[in-house]
């Protein structure tokens, strides 16, 4: 056999693609499409008949590439729709629960047991039975929320929209948002035909970031006016960005502008003060090169308090920028102006 041609690959692409149902079919025999199309039928004579689990449990083990997977979804779908919808309407929302428990049964455990075929205990709906724990019932858990319920049941929109009134409800509450950020990010990987997060949710998502952000530049604005706590500045801001990752790039950017504003204002003092909140304030916004300024600035007053005869202040200094070399050479100095309570700015010890 000779190599592949460049068109002969393109054509078995092209056939490959052409016929997805085509490759299934040819997975399944007559047996296995014959089970799942009496598993759908099945499930939609339970359904009628308010037999929820039975239902259910037809629907999920006719939702096979063998069957009418589209109507064995819808099944499954009608189903969380209304069993959510009911758990909401009882307050039960995130409770984290799944919508399936157990609970000990004799017959599921001879099911378990047999190795007879056919399974003379095989139960009349798939899936009723599990191996766990030697053999147990599955029934449906009356404790599950609707959100668990529409996540499991291909209803993502509905719970999309749970995740964003939560955050609707709490919307200071960073934690919370967060979460409903990691549900949405997650969506961005979900493969399934016929969902796609709604870009309205995303966009009010942005606009309560933007939001927040706003409000605690605010709140630090009122609060440095009249207190000066760099402390608190700092909280504040970091506060800011916690939620303006979360929003536009206008909204980072005006963070890192207060950031930098405040730095430019300390620097307007020489104190040790001064250095160390204008470091700390090029430092949150990210300014490197303004960080070694301010180093240098340090060393340069340092080295003008040791020709002031005042190597305490010219340690400080130089503690701040970080200099090796020169919190060396004033150290000694330092320790020997402290020990000395005679000693005076001047160098000289008083007679």
Not at 116 to 132: H, K, M, T
């Amino acid at each position: 056999m000779g190599p592949l041609t460049r068109n002969a690959v393109f054509a078995v692409l092209l056939v490959l693609s052409a016929s997805g149902a085509a490759f299934g079919d040819a997975l399944c025999n007559y047996g296995d499409t014959t089970q799942s199309e009496g598993n759908l039928k099945k499930g939609r004579a339970s359904e009628k008949e308010g037999k929820t689990l039975d239902a259910l449990l037809f629907f999920r083990a006719a939702d096979t590439i063998c069957g009418n997977r589209k109507e064995a979804r819808e099944g499954i779908r009608r189903i969380g729709s209304k069993m959510g919808r009911e758990a909401a309407a009882k307050g039960r929302i995130f409770t984290g629960k799944n919508i399936f428990s157990t609970v000990p049964d004799a017959d599921c455990r001879r099911w378990v047991r047999a190795y007879d075929v056919p399974n003379p205990y095989e139960p009349s709906v798939p899936g009723l039975c599990i191996r766990q724990s030697g053999g147990v019932r599955v029934q449906l858990d009356p404790a599950a929320g609707a959100y668990d319920w529409y996540e499991v049941t291909y209803n993502y929109r509905e719970s999309d929209l749970l995740i964003l009134k939560g955050v609707t409800a709490s919307p200071g509450d960073i934690a919370v948002y967060e979460a409903a950020q990691r549900h949405f990010q997650a969506r961005l990987r979900l493969q399934d035909n016929g969902y796609a997060p709604d870009p309205q949710q995303m966009k009010e998502l942005q606009k309560i970031a933007s939001t927040n952000a706003a409000s605690f530049l605010a709140r630090e604005e009122e609060e440095f006016q009249n207190s000066k706590d760099t402390e608190r500045s700092l909280t504040r801001l970091e506060n800011a960005m916690k939620w303006a990752i979360y929003g536009s790039e206008a909204d980072r950017g005006r963070v890192i502008h207060r950031a930098f504003d405040r730095a430019e204002e300390a620097l307007k003092g020489n104190g040790l003060s001064n250095l160390y909140d204008a470091l700390e304030y090029y430092s949150f916004a990210g300014e490197a090169d303004k960080v070694a300024d301010v180093a240098e600035r340090a060393d340069e007053l340092g080295l003008a308090a040791l020709n002031d005869n005042d190597p305490v202040a010219a340690l400080k200094y130089f503690m701040l920028s970080g200099n090796r070399e020169l919190i060396d050479k004033a150290r000694p100095l330092a320790e020997k102006a402290r020990k000395d309570p005679a000693w005076k700015k001047t160098g000289v010890p008083a007679m």
